[in-house]
């Protein structure tokens, strides 16, 4: 082994914690990427949500003015 070498594996611990490092960040990547079409998963269920209860304040709001003209 060279004394650069020597030097590079020192400073960078051989490349294994590199390597650790970026691993472990690909794993945060893949878990953020997760997180985040959970998350748009749950805003289309929030909005559908919304929808149907707006639907059913409608409904409501029929059925009511139906029930006051009788």
Do not use: I, N, P, T
Not at 44 to 62: I, M
Request: glycine content about 12%; aromatic content about 4%.
């Amino acid at each position: 082994m060279s004394a650069a070498e020597g030097r590079s594996r020192c400073r960078w611990g051989g490349g294994e914690a590199v390597l650790r490092a970026r691993a472990e960040a690909a794993g945060y990547r893949r878990l953020l990427r997760a997180r985040a079409a959970e998350v748009e998963a749950l805003r289309g269920a929030v909005g559908a949500l919304h929808r149907q209860l707006e639907g059913l304040r409608d409904r409501r709001s029929g059925e009511l003015a139906k029930y006051q003209v009788r």
